[in-house]
């Protein structure tokens, strides 16, 4: 099984997912970014892009990377990453279920304000990519995101509170 938490940057995916694994027996987590890191280091350089969710070949490998480490080890695997683009999302999770691999699919969504606040709070000068995503965020959540995962609102909740619902949602 797949356990995928999505959401814009500072919604809290990456340190929620740590705290999901040990509350699900038999659990890793993928940070499916590292793909997307590998393609970057490619030599010369695959087309230029400012996301490498856009390169066609970062979707296939995230997909077939989940299926071979799943095939490994079984168990589930937690995957911490952002897609915003339905089109992306529906090549991902349709290379997933054919080879027949469940999928939680859960979105860490918060407020504008609040996310805006948690990305500007990170550094002394705030992440303009990580900002750039919040407008990305709200659009896919009105559009089509919202009705394809569980969302888990995390406006005021804590990461340990937000990684409990997500393993007792899991777990029922």
Do not use: C
């Amino acid at each position: 099984m797949i356990v995928w938490i999505n959401g814009t940057h500072g919604a809290g995916k990456t340190t929620t997912s740590a705290l999901v694994r040990p509350l699900i027996p038999d659990s890793r987590v993928f940070d499916a970014e590292k793909v997307g890191e590998t393609l970057m280091d490619i030599s010369p350089g695959l087309p230029e892009t400012d996301n490498f969710q856009h390169w066609p070949p970062w979707r296939q490998l995230v997909v077939e990377t989940a299926r071979r480490v799943l095939d490994y080890t079984g168990g589930t695997l937690v995957v911490p990453m952002t897609v915003l683009v339905e089109q992306y999302w529906r090549e991902i999770s349709t290379g997933l279920a054919q080879h027949r691999i469940p999928v939680r699919h859960f979105v860490l969504h918060a407020d504008q304000d609040t996310l805006r606040g948690r990305i500007e709070g990170e550094h002394a000068v705030p992440s303009p990519f990580r900002l750039k995503y919040l407008e990305p965020y709200a659009e896919a959540s009105r559009t089509w995101l919202h009705s394809e995962a569980e969302v888990v609102d995390t406006t005021h909740l804590t990461p340990t509170q937000a990684a409990l619902r997500i393993a007792e949602a899991v777990k029922s």
